[in-house]
Nanobody
Framework: QVQLVESGGGLVQAGGSLRVSCAAS??????????MGWYRQAPGKQRELVAT???????NYADSVKGRFTISRDNAKNTIDLQMNSLKPEDTAVYYC???????????WGQGTQVTVSS
């Protein structure tokens, strides 16, 4: 089993910055290959990918956040951070941390953290 605990988020004005972090507990992240990442869900919309990062630091970003968001990872601590700059009102959503064990066919989600960008 894996538990994901998120922190950060909050309210910021457009153009500002926020950082959200996620820590994964349990032994599985150290044993099995995995990808960690952030997804978001705005009211009335489907959950969408924001950014992901593998243990080998291969990163993938949604087109809407490229150049503004940066995902990083600490394998020793099993944590990921998402630095969000130049935030826009359309970035407002609940941000969910995810860890995906492709070889196991298992995925886990955090409880979500609210990010609100005011115009």
């Amino acid at each position: 089993q894996v538990q994901l605990v998120e922190s950060g988020g909050g309210l910021v004005q457009a153009g500002g910055s926020l950082r959200v972090s996620c820590a994964a507990s349990g032994s599985m992240p150290n044993i099995y290959p995995n990808t960690m990442g952030w997804y978001r869900q705005a009211p009335g919309k489907q959950r969408e990918l924001v950014a992901t990062i593998t243990r080998g630091s291969i990163r993938n970003y949604a087109d809407s956040v490229k150049g503004r968001f940066t995902i990083s990872r600490d394998n020793a601590k099993n944590t990921i951070d998402l630095q969000m700059n130049s935030l826009k009102p359309e970035d407002t959503a609940v941000y969910y941390c995810n860890i995906n064990f492709i070889s196991l066919g298992s995925t886990y989600w955090g409880q979500g953290t609210q990010v609100t960008v005011s115009s």
